[in-house]
Nanobody
Framework: QVQLVESGGGLVQAGGSLRLSCAAS????????MGWFRQAPGKGRDFVAA????????LYADSVKGRFTISRDNAKNTVYLQMSSLKPEDTAVYYC???????????????WGQGTQVTVSS
């Protein structure tokens, strides 16, 4: 199992940037594909980005492609989401997730953090 704790959320103006971090416990972090999801008020949870175990393969939702970058540091048991050119529609609770299977199997993420709020003002 793996426990996940997100940090780095906050309030930012449209056009600004934020970097989210997700710290994982356990010694098997590198055996998990990692992903970021988000849930806006009154909506379901949506896929944002995913990253393979090695960090060499990525997958992004069309809505964030070119603006967000997912990365990981296996030595620090941490995955990041660098968010740039933020828009009000990016406002959501952002969740980090781990998947013992393939990074692109977005329905198979089975370990979740508690979430961190990102609010983008216009």
């Amino acid at each position: 199992q793996v426990q996940l704790v997100e940090s780095g959320g906050g309030l930012v103006q449209a056009g600004g940037s934020l970097r989210l971090s997700c710290a994982a416990s356990g010694r098997t972090f590198s055996s998990y594909a990692m992903g970021w999801f988000r849930q806006a008020p009154g909506k379901g949870r949506d896929f944002v980005a995913a990253l393979s175990r090695s960090g060499f393969s990525t997958l992004y939702a069309d809505s964030v492609k070119g603006r967000f970058t997912i990365s990981r540091d296996n030595a620090k048991n941490t995955v990041y989401l660098q968010m740039s050119s933020l828009k009000p529609e990016d406002t959501a609770v952002y969740y980090c997730a781990a998947n013992s299977g393939s990074y692109y199997s977005v329905d198979a993420y089975d370990y979740w953090g508690q979430g961190t709020q990102v609010t983008v003002s216009s």
